[in-house]
């Protein structure tokens, strides 16, 4: 199965989970909640984080306005 592109996956996250990966930029673990969240949106969660290309664009081109 391929992975989705946090481009995608991101709009279907929802706003509780978006404020707190914002918060915690480049966060080591994810709490539950979070990560259940981008699991149940289409991301992939690898090793309790995000890659490094998914908190790029988390903190370079996510909208503050959702």
């Known amino acids: 199965m391929a992975k989705v592109e946090i481009h995608l996956w991101w709009l279907e996250l929802d706003l509780a989970a978006k404020e707190w990966l914002r918060e915690n ?3 080591e673990t994810l709490p539950e909640p979070v ?12 090793n309790g984080t995000l890659t490094v290309r998914e908190w790029n664009f988390i903190e370079t081109q996510s909208e503050f306005v959702d």
């Open 35 to 46: 990560l259940a969240a981008v699991v149940a949106s289409g991301g992939d969660v690898v």
């Open 25 to 27: 930029l480049e966060a």
